[in-house]
């Protein structure tokens, strides 16, 4: 009997060992890691379908492409002596008419003033850009397949919203989706450009934009314009690679809905300004009130289609 009960907890041991033996080993979770990028402090996370790089020194995403590759679907500057502008992730508070032109260097053209790493979550607080706006701070982070950028801002007396502004490089496409109504009937409209501040319902067909059923394809033509589209995931073709850039979560006390609520928005460039620029805008919220916005960017793997 003893023999036979050593022998049944031989098997079962032998079962236990085999069933260790052939589980799989877990992949180390991705987290941000110290690198530099063109000669700057910055940090470096990928996810196996897409490679992130976040620049301390400009307080911003600058390098998102696909992780097999060193190819960049942002637009990009070499250095930050370009008095254009230092590419990427560019996040300012609106709406623009509290500042007009230019965007406080607190927000466009300032290094982080604390970075705080806890994994794959990355913090950058931004300076303190006065005038009563509030404290940005921008967060990047994994979630599934996509790349959370999302937005925070505390304290201040300005009421705000937040405008995530993605460049690209001028060859950049981008898809979308019109909402025709009876107010506007060709589902989408006109918001700045060359043609100035609008809200036009009817307009002539602007340089580098094409209208198919259920569809509007926008591209670079060498002519300042904006487009505003309801809040919707746009899809861009950026150098034979497709990307995604999707509406998120916007947590705040909500005041008012500016551009009649239309947050997905496209910026075509002109000869000194060579992008494209894709955008979601947050609501405005109510003065001194805590708020967070997050858009999701995401390589979509196989070809781009034309």
Request: net charge neutral; hydrophobic share 40%.
């Amino acid at each position: 009997m003893k023999t036979e009960l050593a022998f049944l907890g031989c098997l079962a041991l032998a079962a236990c060992l085999a069933h260790v033996a052939v589980q799989p080993a877990r992949a180390a979770a991705a987290v941000w890691g110290t690198t530099t990028w063109r000669g700057e402090r910055a940090y470096a996370l990928s996810n196996g379908s897409w490679r992130a790089i976040v620049s301390v020194d400009r307080g911003r995403l600058v390098h998102f492409g696909p992780a097999a590759a060193e190819k960049n679907l942002l637009f990009e500057t070499s250095s930050r002596d370009n008095p254009f502008s230092w590419g990427g992730h560019r996040v300012w508070l609106g709406p623009q008419a509290l500042w007009g032109w230019p965007p406080p260097d607190a927000w466009e053209r300032a290094a982080a003033e604390q970075v705080r790493v806890a994994g794959d979550r990355l913090e950058l607080l931004m300076p303190d850009a006065g005038r009563g706006f509030p404290r940005m701070t921008r967060i990047y982070e994994p979630a599934g397949d996509r790349l959370a950028c999302r937005i925070a801002v505390a304290g201040g007396t300005q009421a705000v919203q937040v405008m995530q502004v993605l460049q690209t490089p001028q060859a950049t496409t981008v898809d979308l989706r019109p909402a025709p109504s009876a107010q506007w009937p060709r589902g989408y409209f006109r918001c700045g450009g060359e043609v100035g501040p609008s809200m036009q319902p009817e307009f002539a067909l602007p340089a580098g934009v094409e209208e198919t059923p259920g569809k509007v394809r926008i591209r670079f033509a060498g002519k300042s314009d904006k487009l505003a589209f309801p809040p919707q995931t746009l899809t861009a073709q950026v150098a034979g690679t497709k990307l995604t850039m999707a509406f998120g979560e916007s947590r705040g006390a909500e005041l008012a809905a500016p551009d009649g609520g239309f947050y997905t928005q496209v910026y075509i460039g002109h000869p000194g300004a060579p992008v494209v620029e894709i955008e979601q805008l947050s609501p405005q919220w109510q003065a001194g009130e805590a708020g967070e916005f997050s858009m999701y960017l995401e390589v979509v793997p196989g070809p781009a289609k034309p």
